[in-house]
Every structure is written in structure tokens, then in C-alpha cells.
């Protein structure tokens, strides 16, 4: 049997290889044949050799061993990698082109000013200039100086800028107690306390802090309608008048109002306007036809009355005492020896017709008068007692109507004018450039509207100003102390 499957394999192999019929021709068999080989070389190229599909097979189906990973530590990693290789011609090749290029830049362009050092600019001065250098080099110093250190150059400045003034608008001081009618808004003298009056017998008195202002007391003065008032200057008293021919005053330790009988040397003259003596020797009240009446601060007794050509419209003292300025209808600036009681000296305010505002500098440097059109012309005391006509070192238009009052601070840093007949009737002036500041009211406050009263604290901290409306307005001057 297996013989004669030999003999019919045999047979059938001869039949593949022979044509499958006699028809086919010769070349359509070699080309079959060789389309036969190709595909088997292709199977071949693509699949393989047998024997490797069987070997491919065979791993497919063995199982795959699980394979150990190393797991890193944290201490194992490196802080910082290394490179694999450092290159010395690289690095070599870097610091000449660096150098090549600083020195061409060296060459191309000269070394500013600003940055050379004092050494060079010394080198450069010549042997002529001798006479010049130790000004030349203290200013180089200073430049040196401010380039090599920043230094302190932000902190807060000791003067008073001269463009804009920093305040902060406060609680009105008299919130707690608002009047219709404003006679007087003041500061005491000693302690952070305000006082109010007005026509309504009664004056009040709040604790400053600048956010809640504690009313502290009231006091009623019967048949006392209270025109002018005033702290005196130890703190103790407080001067009422009313425009009679009598005062009173309200003493702070007892707290009892007294009243002070009528002078029979004085008839009828009404007692109203009045200032206070920095020394406390004296209180003086504005009279009629130019005559100013002396009273004792201590005994409240009358001594003597001055007399003045015209009517006398402002007073003020020097900051001892010994000097007062009066000023009035003619124009002209009456200067006291309060000493001796006399005239020593008068001028005329320049330009003016009927003088209305005075006011002198605690350092006695300045004299400010205020004038019926709104000028408010700044003097140098010393030239004015030196002359009859002096001119004033600066003349301030920026108020347009009559001026009221006139008030320096206590630094002689700048000075407050106001008038009642505008709404922003408040100009403050800084010292000793004599230029307003540009800020206020208009920019920060517009509720000013025709102040009445005003006044500084004891340190400048604060500005009060008394409105038609009743208000004590209250304002933080930021560049000074507390009060």
C-alpha cells in the first residue's frame, strides 16, 4: 500500500509540472512557473522560514517572568547632576570672545560722567584749577554718595511742602451739639478740648480726637447773647462778651461764670471785638473811634485806653508780649510799646484803603495785613519798623473779597486768611515761598462755604473753621504732631 501511494504521489507531482493541456503553449508555461516562484519568495520575505513562525510561536506561548523593579530612595537621588562631560576648549573659547567684546566696547564708548570715581576726576583736574576744586570735589562727594547708598532719601520730609498741604477731613468737632449761628470755634491752649459759642447764651465744649469729638459740657449764660469769646492763655478762664458795656468770664477750676461790672470811665463805650496778650498781662477791646481799652487778665480791672487816627478794626501781639500791632480805617499800621504804652511806630500798608486783618509770626519774622479788597500783603518786620512805606515781599490776590482774620501757625510755617463773604473764603499760604496751596479747599473740601471762625491747634495738628451753617468743621493736618 505505501508503494502505491509513493507510485500516485509520484504521478500527481508529474502532472503539476507538466502543462494541464496540450493546447497551453510553451511561454504561457514558463510564465506561470515563474509566477509560481515569485509568490513563495514573497511568502518567505514576509512570514518567514517555517521553522521560525513555529519558534515565534512557541515563545508567545511561554509565560513571561515577572521582572524586579529597583525601587529609588529619596536620599539615593542626587541634589544636583553633574555633566557627563565638561569641555575645557568651550569654556576656553567663551571668556575670550568676553573679552574681546569688552574691550571693543570700552574703546567704541567713554565712560559717562556720573559713573566715574573720584579718583579719576582727579587725575583729570589740572594744576590751574586749584582755587575751584574743593567745591568740585564736595559735589562730586555728594553724587558719589548718593550712587554707592540709597540711604534715607524716602522717609518723611522735616518741611512743609510748598504745592499741596495733606489733610484729612475729621468729624465736625461740635457734631454732638450743632448751632445755628457760629460766634466762635477755638482751641484751648494746653489740653485736646474745643469751644463753641454762639447767640444762644451758651457755649460748649468737646474733647478733640478726630473721629468721635465727645461733647463735654455746656454752659448757659442767662441774658448773655455771646458775640466773642477766647481761651485765656494759661487755660484756665474763659473771656465772653456780648457787645454791652460789661463782660464776663467763666472760670474753668470753679466752674462758675462771673460777671464783671460795667467801668464808669468808659460811659457807655460797648465792649465787643477783643484779643488776649500772649504775656497774660493784658485784655484788649476794640472800641469806637480808634481807642483800644486796656483791662488787667489777673485783676479785671481797667488801666488805660490807646488811641489811633480812624477806627480800629485788628489787633495783634508779638508772641512776648511787649509789641502790639493795630490796624484800621487809615490804612496805616500802628505799632505799641506795651511797656511804655506808646506809639513807637507806623507805615502804610501798600496799596491799601481800609485795612480790616493783622497778624504777626510767632518768631516775630512776618507781618500779614488784610485789606478790604482781598490783598493780603506780607511784610519782614524789620523792614517795616525801619520804614513808612515799606514793600511788602509778597503781595496774595487769591482772595477776592474782604479779608476777616489772619493766623499763623505756631512752626511760622504757613499762614490761614479767610473771609466771610465767599463760600471758599480760606486760603492757606505757605511760608517762606508765600504761595497758596493749590489743594485746598477746592480739592479736598467744598463744604467750607463762608467761614466765620478759624483757628490752628497748639502744634498744628489740627485746623477747625467755623461755617454759616453752624458747623466746627475739623480737619488733620497730617505733617504735624497730634495737637
Sequence with gaps: MEKEEEITQTVVDDQLDKPKSHKLSKSRYKAEKRKNKT???????VFGDESLVVDQIEKNFQPKKKSKKHKVAENDVPATRKAAW??????????????????????????????????????????????????????????????????????????LSSITIQLKKCTDANRDNPSQYLTASEFHPKSTVLMTAGRKCRFNLFQIDGERNRKIHTIFVDRLPIKHSHFSRDGLQIVL????????????????????????????????????????????????????????????????SLKMNGSVDAAAFSKDGDR?????????????????????????????????????????????????????????VDTCMASLTPRPQKAIMNLTTECDSLLFNHSNEFLAATSIHSETGVKLIHLPSMTVFRNFPDSLDTDVTYPRHLDISPNSGYLTIGNNKGQALLYRIKHFGNY
Design 86 to 159: 565638561e569641555d575645557l576648549d568651550d569654556e576656553a573659547e567663551y571668556e575670550n570672545n568676553v573679552t574681546v567684546v569688552r574691550a571693543s566696547h570700552q574703546l567704541s564708548l567713554e565712560t559717562p560722567k556720573w559713573a566715574k570715581l573720584k579718583n579719576s576726576e582727579k587725575r583729570k583736574r589740572s594744576s590751574k584749577q586749584t582755587s575751584d576744586s574743593d567745591d568740585d570735589e564736595n559735589l562730586d562727594d555728594n553724587r558719589i554718595g548718593l550712587l554707592q547708598s540709597t540711604g534715607n532719601y524716602l522717609s518723611k520730609s522735616s518741611s
Design 324 to 380: 502790639m500791632f493795630s490796624f484800621g480805617s487809615d490804612g496805616q499800621v500802628y505799632v505799641w510799646d506795651m511797656n511804655s504804652r506808646c506809639c513807637i511806630h507806623r507805615f502804610y500798608d501798600d496799596g491799601c484803603v481800609n485795612g480790616t486783618a493783622v497778624s504777626v509770626s510767632p518768631n516775630y519774622k512776618y507781618l500779614a495785613c488784610g485789606s478790604d479788597s482781598g490783598v493780603v500783603n506780607i511784610y519782614d
Design 241 to 304: 462778651s456780648s457787645g454791652y458795656n460789661y463782660f464776663s468770664y467763666f472760670d474753668m477750676e470753679s466752674a462758675k461764670l462771673i460777671r464783671v461790672p460795667r467801668f464808669n470811665s468808659l460811659d457807655n463805650n460797648q465792649l465787643s471785638d477783643f484779643i488776649l496778650s500772649p504775656d497774660g498781662r493784658y485784655i484788649v477791646f476794640l472800641g469806637q473811634y480808634g481807642y483800644m481799652h486796656l483791662v488787667s487778665s489777673n485783676s479785671k480791672e481797667y488801666l488805660t
Design 39 to 45: 509568490v513563495r519568495h514573497l511568502e518567505h520575505v
